[in-house]
């Protein structure tokens, strides 16, 4: 039995998988958060600030170490706030600090 494979692109995956759809859909719209609080985060800590998984109305954001956590934690009410007048509904975000490990 012969059989090929085509290759396909990653927007065709996405677009055949209702999974994998799904998981786009939450990454773009986690993004699209992280672009709508930049203004909000000070310069100096926004290359620290990823845009993380989001679970119904919970966010979470990835720092890049505890420090930068620590200055974010202060700035999560307005943080909420804008999302919310913005349109998303986030009743909490929560911050996971990413260890970067060196090779």
């Known amino acids: 039995m012969n059989h090929r494979h085509q290759s396909v692109t990653l927007l ?4 055949d998988s209702p999974t994998l759809a799904r998981l786009t859909a939450l990454s773009d719209d986690s993004v699209a958060r992280l672009k709508a609080i930049q203004s909000l985060i000070p ?24 420090a930068a956590a ?4 202060q700035l999560l009410p307005a943080l909420q706030s804008h999302l ?20």
């Open 12 to 15: 065709q995956a996405t677009q």
């Open 43 to 66: 310069a100096s800590l926004r290359a620290s600030v990823k845009a993380g998984p989001i679970d119904g109305p919970l966010w979470c954001l990835m720092v890049d170490n505890n």
């Open 70 to 73: 620590a200055k974010i934690r």
């Open 84 to 103: 919310r007048s913005k349109g998303w509904e986030v009743t909490s975000i929560r911050l996971k600090v990413q260890i970067r490990h060196s090779a």
